[in-house]
Nanobody
C-alpha cells in the first residue's frame, strides 16, 4: 500500500508561484510513475503533469506547459510540482498519484487527499 500526502497549496495572486510536494510512504518510490491532476469546482479531474519512474521523461497538459515543472527526488520519496505564472484558472484541488506507468488518464493506483490551490486575480 502506498500513501501519498500533498502539501504546499495555498492562496497566491495571479502571476505568483507555488511549489507543491507529494511525499510517498513507500521505499520503492523510484519504481512508480507519478502524476499530478487537478479538479476545479464543478469540473472533472484533469491531467496536469506526469513523470516516469526512470529516465526522467515528463509530460504536461498544454494548459500548463512552460509554466509548471514536475520533478522527483527518489532519495526523499518526494515528487514536486513547481507552478509559476499562476492564473486564476489554475485554481483547483491538486492531487498526486502513483502507478505503474506515466499516463495522462487517471489510471493510477494510488492517490493523495489533495491540496487546495487558489489563485486570485
Amino acid at each position: 500500500q502506498v500513501q501519498l500526502v500533498e502539501s504546499g497549496g495555498g492562496l497566491v495572486q495571479a502571476g505568483g508561484s507555488l511549489r507543491l510536494s507529494c511525499a510517498a510512504s513507500v521505499r520503492t518510490f523510484r519504481t512508480y510513475a507519478m502524476g499530478w491532476f487537478r479538479q476545479a469546482p464543478g469540473k472533472e479531474r484533469e491531467f496536469v503533469a506526469a513523470a516516469t519512474w526512470i529516465g526522467g521523461n515528463t509530460y504536461y497538459a498544454d494548459s500548463v506547459k512552460g509554466r509548471f515543472t514536475i520533478s522527483r527526488d527518489n532519495a526523499k520519496n518526494t515528487m514536486y510540482l513547481q507552478m509559476n505564472s499562476l492564473k486564476p484558472e489554475d485554481t483547483a484541488v491538486y492531487y498526486c498519484a502513483a502507478g505503474s506507468r506515466a499516463t495522462m488518464s487517471a489510471e493510477y493506483d494510488y492517490w493523495g487527499q489533495g491540496t487546495q490551490v487558489t489563485v486570485s486575480s
